[in-house]
């Protein structure tokens, strides 16, 4: 966009008194001052540039409930981001973050964080204070371990932590009361800590991509799971507990060691899709491939087995 163009658009915006603004995909490398004196913005599209930096004159639009930073250049953000109060939504990601301003935990309105796809090591122990926080995403990030911040987030409804270097679970994890969907894979988990089970009112567990060998007994605690992926494992054994999750609509064990299924799988009577390709099964490729036919793939096996 040539920047005759750009500030014409700011220029209208200014004019009608728009409450959004998008100069996604634009190639922008920096930000015109102009921009900052739409006071009255309140979502800011920004995303798919080339931004290094952001001017501390981000400031001036304090009315912004939603700023879109995506796929930029960004190293770091600017203390200033903390003047943003009423700020509810923030995408980072796919940025070159390496640390995060401790001030972003003066955004007390954010409900929705996402610092996906970046470089981050750590998180700044002040994280802990965004107590309305629902999304958090920090998948293939850097992180060696699970930030012990996380679990003081007890609004927590989504938690993306995919894609890092985890070994283990914090035991106080089970804080997250609220918590509906989490994403563990592709870590180097090799089990969950027993305190995992009171996250009872998870609907979606990602454990794909990692270390497990069997089946945490934990997880069979958490009954009104509705989606479990365990894919790319080594499980052997799946244990006929299996039932207690009978809520179960989506399960995927592609990728393991399983040999056999315990019959109790038959009673999972909710489940829609079934993915076990990739296991040592006495099952045909054709039949595995009924993902979505559950029902044929067991009653198949129940035959032969």
Same mark, same amino acid.
């Given at each position: 966009?040539?920047?005759?163009? $750009?500030?014409?658009?700011?220029?209208?915006?200014?004019? !009608?008194?728009?409450?959004? #603004?998008?100069?996604? =995909? !634009?190639?922008?490398?920096?930000?015109?001052?102009?921009?900052?004196?739409?006071?009255? $913005?309140?979502?800011?599209?920004?995303?798919?540039?080339?931004?290094?930096?952001?001017?501390?004159?981000?400031?001036?639009?304090?009315?912004?409930?939603? #700023?879109?930073?995506?796929?930029?250049?960004?190293?770091?953000?600017? *203390?200033?981001?903390?003047?943003?109060?009423?700020?509810? /939504?923030?995408?980072?990601?796919?940025?070159?973050?390496?640390?995060? /301003?401790?001030?972003?935990?003066?955004?007390?309105?954010?409900?929705?964080?996402?610092?996906?796809n970046n470089q981050l090591i750590i998180l700044p122990s002040e994280i802990s204070q965004l107590s309305k926080l629902k999304e958090?995403?920090?998948?293939?990030?850097?992180?060696?371990?699970?930030?012990?911040?996380?679990?003081?987030?007890?609004?927590?409804?989504?938690?993306?932590?995919? =894609?890092?270097?985890?070994?283990d679970i914090l035991l106080d994890i089970l804080q997250l009361v609220k918590l509906r969907e989490l994403n563990l894979s592709n870590?180097?988990?090799?089990?969950? *800590?027993? /305190?995992?089970?009171?996250?009872?009112?998870?609907?979606?567990?990602?454990? =794909?991509?990692?270390?497990?060998?069997?089946?945490?007994?934990?997880?069979?605690? $958490?009954?009104?799971?509705?989606?479990?992926?365990?894919?790319?494992?080594?499980?052997?054994?799946?244990?006929?507990?299996? /039932?207690? $999750?009978?809520?179960?609509?989506?399960?995927?064990?592609?990728?393991?060691q399983l040999t056999s299924l315990p019959a109790t799988i038959a009673q999972l009577s909710d489940l829609e899709w079934l993915l076990?390709? =990739?296991?040592?099964?006495?099952?045909?490729?054709?039949?595995?491939?009924?993902?979505?036919?559950?029902?044929?793939?067991?009653?198949?096996?129940?035959?032969?087995?």
């Amino acid at each position: 966009m040539m920047n005759k163009e $750009l500030l014409e658009i700011i220029e209208q915006a200014a004019k !009608n008194q728009e409450l959004e #603004l998008d100069l996604s =995909g !634009n190639a922008l490398t920096e930000l015109p001052p102009e921009l900052f004196q739409l006071s009255h $913005l309140e979502s800011l599209f920004l995303d798919e540039n080339q931004l290094s930096y952001l001017p501390p004159d981000i400031a001036n639009l304090s009315q912004l409930k939603w #700023l879109e930073l995506s796929d930029n250049q960004l190293l770091t953000l600017p *203390p200033e981001i903390s003047k943003l109060s009423q700020l509810e /939504t923030l995408y980072v990601d796919d940025n070159q973050l390496a640390i995060l /301003t401790p001030d972003i935990a003066k955004l007390s309105q954010l409900k929705v964080l996402n610092l996906s796809n970046n470089q981050l090591i750590i998180l700044p122990s002040e994280i802990s204070q965004l107590s309305k926080l629902k999304e958090l995403e920090l998948s293939n990030n850097r992180l060696i371990a699970m930030p012990p911040e996380i679990p003081k987030l007890t609004k927590l409804k989504k938690l993306d932590i995919s =894609g890092n270097e985890l070994t283990d679970i914090l035991l106080d994890i089970l804080q997250l009361v609220k918590l509906r969907e989490l994403n563990l894979s592709n870590n180097q988990l090799k089990d969950l *800590p027993p /305190t995992f089970s009171q996250l009872s009112h998870l609907k979606q567990l990602d454990l =794909g991509i990692n270390q497990l060998t069997n089946l945490p007994p934990a997880i069979m605690q $958490l009954t009104q799971l509705r989606e479990l992926y365990l894919n790319d494992n080594e499980i052997e054994v799946l244990p006929a507990e299996i /039932t207690q $999750l009978s809520e179960l609509e989506w399960l995927d064990i592609r990728g393991n060691q399983l040999t056999s299924l315990p019959a109790t799988i038959a009673q999972l009577s909710d489940l829609e899709w079934l993915l076990l390709d =990739g296991n040592p099964l006495p099952i045909p490729q054709a039949i595995l491939e009924k993902t979505d036919e559950p029902d044929e793939i067991i009653n198949y096996y129940m035959k032969i087995r």
